[in-house]
């Protein structure tokens, strides 16, 4: 029994997109869709490897992270910048 009800529009791009009609999806077990993606992607699925620096998130305050923070003068001059563009 399904909890959910998938939109005609939601229905339509994920048959798309997978390129099997949703009541087959519905009917694979789950070992039947992995082999699929695996048979149209051409590679077995894999977890990506969490220690890999790019896969990483950075976490926290971005702009610290980026070391971004404006100060009183860098706005000012912002704005001098701005209004300077203004007049001409």
């Given at each position: 029994?399904?909890?959910?009800?998938?939109?005609?529009?939601?229905v339509?791009?994920?048959?798309?997109?997978?390129?099997?009609p949703?009541?087959?999806i519905?009917?694979?077990?789950?070992?039947?869709?992995?082999a699929y993606?695996?048979?149209?992607?051409?590679?077995p699925?894999?977890?990506?490897?969490?220690?890999?620096?790019d896969?990483?998130?950075?976490?926290?305050?971005?702009?610290?992270?980026?070391?971004?923070?404006?100060?009183?003068?860098?706005?000012?001059?912002?704005?001098?910048?701005?209004?300077?563009?203004?007049r001409?």
């Open positions: 029994m399904a909890v959910y009800q998938l939109s005609e529009e939601a339509k791009a994920t048959e798309r997109l997978v390129g099997l949703i009541e087959k519905k009917e694979m077990s789950d070992e039947e869709k992995i993606v695996e048979e149209v992607r051409g590679e699925l894999s977890w990506q490897n969490a220690s890999d620096e896969a990483v998130q950075p976490r926290g305050n971005i702009p610290s992270i980026r070391k971004r923070f404006s100060d009183r003068a860098d706005l000012d001059e912002r704005e001098k910048i701005i209004t300077d563009r203004g001409a």
